[in-house]
Nanobody
Framework: QVQLVESGGGLVQAGGSLRLSCAAS????????MGWFRQAPGKEREFVAA????????VYADSAKGRFTISRDNAKNTVYLQMNSLKLEDTAIYYC?????????????????WGQGTQVTVSS
């Protein structure tokens, strides 16, 4: 089992930036594909971004393209989500997740381990 702990959420004005971090433990981090998902109030959890084991392949939801960047540091067992030009509709709880494949998965069902989430609130 993989333990995942997100951090970096908070309150930010529209147009601002946040950097989320997710620290992993329990398994060899470099063998895990990693992803970020989010869930807004009253909505289903949705895919945001994913990254392959070595960080070579990244995949983004259309809503994240051009504004968000997913990256990882395998030496620190950490995956990041840099979020720029934040919009009101980005308000949600953001979750990181780990899968046992090579990575780049958009489907939440592909992920076996999830963090507790970190709240991101974008204000006008």
């Amino acid at each position: 089992q993989v333990q995942l702990v997100e951090s970096g959420g908070g309150l930010v004005q529209a147009g601002g930036s946040l950097r989320l971090s997710c620290a992993a433990s329990g398994r060899t981090f470099s063998m895990l594909g990693m992803g970020w998902f989010r869930q807004a109030p009253g909505k289903e959890r949705e895919f945001v971004a994913a990254i392959s084991r070595a960080g070579v392949i990244t995949v983004y939801a259309d809503s994240a393209k051009g504004r968000f960047t997913i990256s990882r540091d395998n030496a620190k067992n950490t995956v990041y989500l840099q979020m720029n030009s934040l919009k009101l509709e980005d308000t949600a709880i953001y979750y990181c997740a780990a899968d046992r494949t090579s990575g780049g998965q958009r489907n939440a069902a592909s992920y076996e381990d999830w963090g507790q989430g970190t709240q991101v609130t974008v204000s006008s």
